[in-house]
């Protein structure tokens, strides 16, 4: 479904029904999968040796199905809908202070706004923006289209941003041309922008309301995208991986083929069930120099996935369901692509988790994850409906295999089950934390909300009772930060996680909502471990989620935590009586965002859509210092008076 069709649907309908998403299995802790098999293992997922295997397991898996569809047909049964590549160590030469709310430390993710030397550079409405920061100033310096002059941005949507060295990416999906899109950009000493090259990629959309598809260590491009297969084609490697340099007139012929047979991995017991086959694809770019070399590596499997890179590898967990009268049956596999260069591995497993943060990849050799058993993967709003059954995995990483083992059910933990929609998960220390809340959709009016802090070492799990939903839970050096609504207005309850869970503060912010509903939203920045400022986009009360499409956040609220009791230092507003028309000609709809706070070299700015409000701190309050508007007309105003 096209992106700006869904923002009409939001409108009008509040996004999705989601009483329909919901969807219902066996428990968890179930034999689903029964107990690991007493066979000793292969080592690792085989590759296809030759495009002619390949080739003919794609024949026999669409005479597969298209038997399936016939015996549906006939019992009326319904059907839903690794990489290789060595990645470097972080580059010594540029050791910007990361200005993202950042997964893990040293994994950069795709954003809208990141941190170049003395520059700031912004990717808002189709258009990247720079602006100093040189010389205690805010100066607007550069602009260009986020696409080539060359390229009709229609239909477009230019959605995360990276700055490797001096190297900037762009990375959208384009519905025109069909695929994921890569905009390269140079940007020099003085912060000038250079339009540089394109590139397109076959992929399906790789939208999801939580994840960013995009990561960046060192100088290498890290990206996720799914690839639905058309099993009947003639040529099957007419819809592989593959990419080309852009030009006008560039035809599909020109596609080079990125994933060779070698590079594609399906596990021994086949989790196919649905009409629709995915290749679930890991690119690797590297950035090096500018240039854009690019490998890629995939794995077979229905289309459910959720995907989370740690430092050490990339994980992807597939879902395929089976509906059969008012009975729903899942399979689900589990990938691991090390970031080493070794090989891919897979493991079956049940459920599904609900985004990136249902992951922990811990010190102690385990992956750590939160499943549920009706969740349905985080593309698109996937992740923000209701879900049924809670459970912690921990697989130990030696327990990755060929994908003929399936974890058995003493892997997993029974966890207290939340009711409602858009269930949070964060890990944070030693504890997993999860709630429900409002999500993108309008407010709840609660009086209490159930949080659960569960020790993931013995999933050993505590109640916390909260005075307001849970629509976002945040690391806070060793405790953490939850924020929700009551309805009405803005809570932050500080939980400490020493010496037990336990919520330590709630502070109340009269009238407002959330003005941004993706993690890189917030920011926390520590003084020392029990000290530091936070901040957070606010709007008006009674706000709906989804109101950050379209609407601006009013302020950046900033909260001094001090022991974990919070005390506000003060606001920096937007003004809306200066906002002028823009001529957008793409990315019209903030999907990623356009409201953020931003600490760095000892300096605090909001990020205020095309307002760069700087302040300062007098007497222990937050006052306004200066404001800049980095927009077209402003930009081209300043340089005009040079």
């Known amino acids: ?39 000793t293992p292969k080592t ?40 290789a590549a060595k990645v470097a160590a972080p580059s010594a030469g540029y050791a910007d202070e990361s200005i993202t709310n950042v997964q893990h430390a040293g994994v950069d993710e795709g954003g809208i706004v990141k941190l170049h030397g003395d520059h700031l550079v912004v990717l808002h409405r189709g258009r990247l923006f720079t602006v100093s920061l ?44 069909g695929g994921t899109e890569v905009g390269l950009f140079h940007i020099d000493t003085n912060g ?44 099957p490697f007419d819809s592989f991986p593959a990419v080309r340099k852009w030009h006008r007139g560039a035809t599909k012929g020109e596609f080079q083929r990125i994933a060779l047979a070698t590079q594609i991995y399906h596990p021994e017991n086949s989790i196919d069930g649905s009409d629709d086959t995915a290749l679930h694809t890991v690119t690797i770019c590297d950035l090096a120099g500018g240039k854009f070399d690019c490998k890629a590596t995939a ?26 009268g008012k009975k729903t049956q899942s399979k689900s596999m589990l990938y691991r692509m090390p970031l080493d260069g070794s090989s891919p591995s897979a493991v079956g497993v049940s459920g599904s988790p609900i985004d990136q943060f249902s992951f922990l990849e811990s010190e102690d050799g385990y992956l750590n994850v939160l499943v549920r058993i009706s969740s349905a993967g985080d593309s698109m709003w996937n992740a923000e409906g209701r879900t049924e059954g809670t459970a912690l995995l921990r697989v130990p990483l030696t327990r990755f295999f060929d994908g003929t083992q399936s974890i058995s059910a003493s892997n997993y933990q029974e ?50 009772t909260l005075v307001h939903g849970i629509d976002r839970i945040e690391q806070m050096g060793d405790a953490a930060v939850v924020v929700g609504t009551d309805g009405a207005d803005l809570h932050f ?17 009269k ?71 823009d001529r957008c000609r793409a990315s019209c709809v903030d999907w990623y965002g356009n409201s953020q706070p931003l600490f760095m070299h000892g300096r605090v700015i909001a990020l205020l859509g095309y307002e760069l409000v700087e302040g300062t701190f007098e007497n222990g309050q937050i006052q306004e210092k200066r404001r800049i508007n980095y927009g077209p007309q402003s930009l081209n105003a300043a340089l005009s008076a040079k």
């Open 192 to 235: 000038t922008l250079t339009y540089q090259s394109t590139y397109h990629l076959r992929s399906n959309d790789y939208y999801s309301s939580r994840n960013y598809a995009s990561r960046l260590i060192g100088t290498k491009l890290i990206f996720y995208s799914p690839l639905y297969l058309n099993l009947w084609d003639a040529n």
């Open 415 to 464: 966890l207290p089950s939340p009711q409602g929609y858009a269930l949070q998960n964060r890990f944070v220390g030693d504890y997993l934390l999860y709630g429900t809340g409002s999500g993108w959709w309008d407010p709840q009016k609660k009086s209490t909300s159930d949080l659960y802090a569960v020790r993931w070492t013995d999933a050993r799990a505590h109640k916390i």
């Open 1 to 39: 479904m096209k992106r700006f069709l869904i923002a009409s649907v939001i409108l009008v309908f509040s996004i999705l029904n989601l009483s329909g998403c919901s969807r219902v299995t066996d428990n968890v802790t179930s034999a689903d999968p029964v107990a690991v098999q007493a066979a």
């Open 493 to 509: 309850s500080a939980v400490s996680l020493t010496n037990g869970p336990k919520e330590m503060f709630d502070y109340v912010r």
């Open 134 to 177: 040189g010389g205690d100033a805010l100066n607007p310096i550069s602009s260009v289209d986020a696409f080539g002059t060359d390229i009709d941005p229609h239909d477009t949507w230019y959605d995360e941003m990276l700055v490797s060295q001096d190297t900037i990416v762009v990375i959208g999906y384009s519905y025109q041309r």
């Open 299 to 324: 794995v077979m499997g229905p289309p459910g996935r959720v995907f989370y890179v740690s430092p050490q590898a990339v994980y992807v967990w597939v879902t395929s369901w089976i509906y059969q």
């Open 44 to 83: 690792m997922l085989r590759a296809f040796t030759s495009d002619q295997e390949l080739k003919n397991y794609l024949k026999d898996l669409s005479d597969k199905l298209k038997r399936q569809s016939r015996l549906r047909s006939s019992n009326a049964l319904s059907y839903s809908v690794p990489m």
């Open 511 to 581: 009238g407002a909502s959330q003005g941004e509903l993706r993690s890189h939203g917030f920011f926390y920045k520590p003084e020392d471990e029990d000290a530091g400022t936070l901040g957070l986009p606010i709007s008006v009360p009674g706000r709906p989620g989804y109101g950050h499409l379209f609407q601006e956040s009013s302020a950046i609220l900033f909260l001094r935590n001090d022991k974990l009791r919070f005390r506000e230092v003060g606001e920096l507003r937007a003004d809306p009586e200066k906002a002028r028309d």
